[in-house]
DNA sequence: GGCCTTCCCGTAAACGTTTACGAAAATATG
DNA sequence: CATATTTTCGTAAACGTTTACGGGAAGGCC
């Protein structure tokens, strides 16, 4: 592998004025500025990472930490290649790289962020699956790690954030759902630690007041994430007392299982139990169509990266560079999945 | 951020002994060890991996390289993510962490991998999206880069690979359908380039021949990847003149496509046509039933990494390291998606 | 030609590690 | 106790960059 050593002797020019020439500083005549691209392109020559980070600190990786069976504001596989893919298309123009890490989930998670960032593997980190009380905005924050997260968090560091709008998708449900009759309407929201589940929780409580609904906590329903998740939700449901008539989800791997468990019951969906929440293209498959909730991952990744950029002192133009604290809204594709209430 | 040298002055020790003691070295009094650990706990110290990386030469990262809208082997979003769960299950307990990159797609793709081989950010890599004549191999090969690709290529330079058991999966595929009587079954491609095709198509026409049916060029239909491609994918099939009765696939997300497609035109999944392909667990919403074809990708991801890391000399015991090509075989889950033909 | 600018370029330090080498300390051997 | 051996530690070089600094060359001006 040839080294700037190498491209210098090769020259016979010394390695101060190879890197000048590569990196574009002044002090160098035009002329060998020539004579040095040619010959790193001829040598094939490409800086070495490990150099240049040790020397100027920053190793233009963004690390994004997933974990391991991820579900938090996203659950499910289906969403984050689209996201990485969007982020990358931002990274790309400013020559940084994703680096997306398997992170061991809760417990271990903190230790395993520590190590990273003590590591210096990546100039920043971008962290999901959030939760209420997250340490791990501490801990960067303290750090002073620049991070962003997909996803909130009632730890306040204030840190940029972006976020899908589950308090409108929430909101925009239940006024769906109302409208055509519905009254006992369960919300399935994921496990105990994650903000998500207080924000659609919040938000449920003061809309079904809004409405004159009474809140009845046995309508809230932990649900484990995946298709396994949808199927016991929809045993739960069907087998309660003063059956339910809608639920509503935020997990786009719910609807299949959901729409499954029904079945296995003979039971249909839409009509025996209306079904509205987040989904994905995939779920243009599931008959009777399902009525959900639809965002642009590939544009929620370039957000995410952009302010992500924002945040990394070393290409900041802007002082202070804003931050960035966004919801983006879902947008809704009408099925046949809440039918009004007979 | 405390580095050894700040360690080393904590201690009144130097920062050789400080590395030793932290390395595990010989040439260190239990002792002092045991200081240098506490003190290393207490201060937080974690060796900077750039430092670490331009002394001996290797980063600790894996890089998997993705291809935007990747289609290789396993098309879809649906896979990756448990492919990196297991990897990086492997990965951890040899000090490695996995870093997916997503690389612009074929034509640029050379260009790419070259920048990331030249800047030496990753120790070994995967690539997946294998195609037919893939010069990445040589690419990589030529400068003796450890790596293991998912799915296989013609350019052979002995390196070692993973694959699913796409020969077993047709065969079987075949099999079954010519025993309930299908005789024109559309066999469903990838792109040109893509290895699987051509992997697919040799024993798509072998097995014919075994059963004692004709080759018909029109019966292989190349089908662009994901839900969209499944439903054009119908389309075609079902306007063909001599129409065929059945069609094989590898995309998991076709089914979806081709269900959505045939209920468009209002016909009948399994009835009208039959289905038979690879699929995930998430197919199994699917109605009625779909036959398919399933793998461990968890599994999947562990054996990848553990093929890598035979490939790097700097943790290898072994020698010579076996160079591992395996075809990772398919499980067959019934449905009722390939039903007799009446 | 002498002097001052301007323009280029080479030198060397620094980033944080690991490790070969040799020196010093501790222990064993006579 | 002197010497030989072993154990432990400090020193310094090296990995590949970038960049502050100073100096030489070239050119302009009087």
Same mark, same amino acid.
């Given at each position: 592998?040839?080294?700037?050593?190498?491209?210098?002797? *090769?020259?016979? =020019?010394?390695?101060?004025? =190879?890197?000048?020439?590569?990196?574009?500083?002044?002090?160098?005549?035009?002329?060998?500025?020539?004579?040095?691209?040619?010959?790193?392109?001829?040598?094939?020559?490409?800086?070495?990472?490990?150099?240049?980070?040790?020397?100027?600190?920053?190793?233009?990786?963004?690390?994004?930490?997933?974990?391991?069976?991820?579900?938090?504001?996203?659950?499910?596989?289906?969403?984050?290649?689209?996201?990485?893919?969007?982020?990358?298309?931002?990274?790309?123009?400013?020559?940084?790289?994703?680096?997306?890490?398997?992170?061991?989930?809760?417990?271990?998670?903190?230790?395993?962020?520590?190590?990273?960032?003590?590591?210096?593997?990546?100039?920043?980190?971008?962290?999901?699956?959030?939760?209420?009380?997250?340490?791990?905005?501490?801990?960067?924050?303290?750090?002073?790690?620049?991070?962003?997260?997909?996803? &909130?968090?009632?730890?306040?560091?204030?840190?940029?954030? %972006?976020?899908?709008?589950?308090?409108?998708?929430?909101?925009? !449900?239940?006024?769906?759902?109302?409208?055509?009759?519905?009254?006992?309407?369960?919300?399935?929201?994921?496990?105990?630690?994650?903000?998500?589940?207080?924000?659609?929780?919040?938000?449920?409580?003061?809309?079904?007041?809004?409405?004159?609904?009474?809140?009845?906590?046995? %309508?809230?329903?932990?649900?484990?994430?995946?298709?396994?998740?949808?199927?016991?939700?929809? *045993?739960?449901?069907?087998?309660?007392?003063?059956?339910?008539?809608?639920?509503?989800?935020?997990?786009?791997?719910?609807?299949?299982?959901?729409?499954?468990?029904?079945?296995?019951?003979?039971?249909?969906?839409?009509?025996?139990?209306?079904?509205?929440?987040?989904?994905?293209?995939?779920?243009?498959?599931?008959?009777?169509?399902?009525?959900?909730?639809?965002? &642009? %991952?590939?544009?929620?990744?370039?957000?995410?990266?952009? !302010?992500?950029?924002?945040?990394?002192? *070393?290409?900041?133009?802007?002082?202070?560079?804003? =931050?960035? &604290?966004?919801?983006?809204?879902?947008?809704?594709?009408?099925?046949?999945?809440?039918?009004?209430?007979?």
């Amino acid at each position: 592998m040839t080294s700037i050593k190498d491209l210098a002797q *090769h020259l016979g =020019v010394s390695i101060g004025t =190879v890197s000048r020439a590569l990196n574009d500083k002044f002090d160098v005549k035009p002329a060998t500025r020539e004579r040095v691209l040619k010959a790193a392109a001829e040598l094939g020559y490409v800086p070495n990472q490990a150099g240049r980070s040790l020397r100027q600190g920053n190793t233009g990786l963004v690390g994004f930490v997933l974990e391991t069976s991820s579900e938090g504001m996203m659950q499910g596989d289906l969403f984050f290649i689209r996201v990485f893919d969007g982020m990358q298309s931002v990274l790309s123009e400013y020559g940084l790289h994703l680096m997306v890490m398997m992170s061991p989930s809760s417990e271990k998670s903190d230790e395993y962020l520590q190590k990273i960032v003590g590591r210096r593997l990546a100039d920043a980190l971008v962290l999901s699956s959030t939760r209420r009380i997250d340490p791990r905005v501490d801990l960067l924050a303290d750090q002073n790690i620049p991070f962003v997260m997909l996803g &909130r968090s009632q730890t306040d560091r204030g840190q940029p954030w %972006l976020d899908l709008d589950f308090e409108g998708m929430v909101t925009d !449900a239940i006024e769906r759902l109302h409208a055509r009759g519905h009254r006992r309407i369960v919300l399935a929201v994921p496990r105990q630690e994650l903000n998500l589940r207080y924000v659609m929780l919040d938000t449920y409580r003061t809309q079904l007041a809004r409405h004159g609904l009474a809140f009845d906590e046995d %309508l809230v329903i932990e649900t484990a994430p995946g298709d396994n998740g949808g199927v016991a939700l929809a *045993h739960h449901i069907m087998e309660m007392e003063d059956r339910p008539s809608a639920v509503i989800f935020s997990d786009p791997i719910h609807p299949f299982g959901l729409y499954r468990g029904l079945t296995e019951m003979g039971l249909v969906p839409g009509k025996d139990l209306a079904i509205l929440g987040i989904a994905t293209r995939l779920a243009t498959v599931l008959s009777p169509n399902l009525t959900h909730y639809r965002v &642009r %991952l590939f544009d929620l990744g370039r957000r995410v990266a952009q !302010a992500l950029i924002h945040r990394l002192p *070393h290409l900041n133009t802007e002082n202070p560079p804003p =931050v960035i &604290r966004e919801r983006v809204p879902f947008t809704l594709v009408e099925g046949e999945s809440d039918l009004p209430l007979e």
